[in-house]
């Protein structure tokens, strides 16, 4: 499957641990997003990023979540001291050329992450 | 600020019905237009798209044409099946940045 792969599927937390959870674009792809999906809402832009730089965070809550893309391996985004709040859908997505307004990105299955 | 906004839903149909899925934006660069589509338990996966004025996306039966004048981009299929149900997103990116931005979505559910 040449497609963007997340994992896990499914993660829960309890409150006060943390969540990492990892996303492979696909393959020739080297910009990375990450979309967070609250129940009955659309998907809210978190982060953009490029192998080992963050392009755009500001979506991205101020404190608890951080975002990496390394030079080796999975994107990973960490919520650290989980609430309940964090509960949601997040997805990757993935394009070959960040920033070309006219192509899609290609989205993950997600993971969705429960808080108990 | 840029924004899309979809028709609320659920929508219900029957087979073999006219669907149709209101979608409009505000954008302040020059935007490209997307539908993605989300099965249960799935992740989003486009549908069609248009990047300039009057451009129409097609695709299995899906159409939507980008309307500058009235900042439009209405999905629209002739004869929906079983198989469509899912949920439908409106969306779109601007030449000035990095993100897409999502509509709420819209439910549909076809009956046999």
């Known amino acids: 499957n040449a497609g963007v792969m997340q994992n896990p599927r499914h993660l829960v937390r309890r409150r006060g641990q943390e969540a990492r959870l990892r996303c492979s674009p696909m393959?020739?792809?080297?910009?990375v997003y990450w979309y967070r999906q609250l129940p009955e809402e659309g998907l809210k832009f978190m982060v953009y990023l490029q192998k080992e730089n963050i392009i755009d965070e500001s979506g991205m809550p101020k404190e608890r979540f951080s975002a990496e893309f390394p030079k080796e391996g999975p994107s990973i985004l960490r919520i650290q001291q989980v609430v309940r709040g964090d509960s949601a859908a997040y997805f990757c997505?993935?394009?070959?050329?960040?920033?070309?307004?006219?192509?899609?990105?290609?989205f993950g299955d997600g993971t969705r992450l429960s808080i108990l | 600020g840029d924004s899309v906004t979809q028709m609320e839903g659920p929508v219900t149909l029957s087979e073999e019905a006219f669907l149709t899925i209101n979608c409009t934006y505000t954008?302040?660069?020059?935007?490209?237009l997307f539908w993605y589509v989300q099965y249960p338990g799935e992740g989003l996966q486009l549908l069609l798209k248009?990047?300039?004025?009057?451009d129409k996306g097609s695709n299995k039966g899906f159409e939507a044409t980008y309307r500058k004048e009235t900042t439009s981009f209405h999905l629209e299929k002739g004869s929906v099946q079983v198989s469509d149900s899912a949920v439908y997103f409106c969306?779109?990116?601007?030449?000035?940045?990095?993100?897409?931005?999502f509509g709420t979505g819209t439910s549909l559910t076809v009956i046999p």
């Open positions: 997505a993935s394009s070959p050329n960040g920033g070309r307004h006219n192509q899609p990105q290609h």
């Open positions: 969306a779109l990116s601007v030449n000035t940045g990095n993100q897409f931005y």
């Open positions: 954008a302040t660069g020059y935007p490209s």
């Open positions: 248009a990047t300039k004025a009057d």
């Open positions: 393959k020739g792809h080297s910009h």
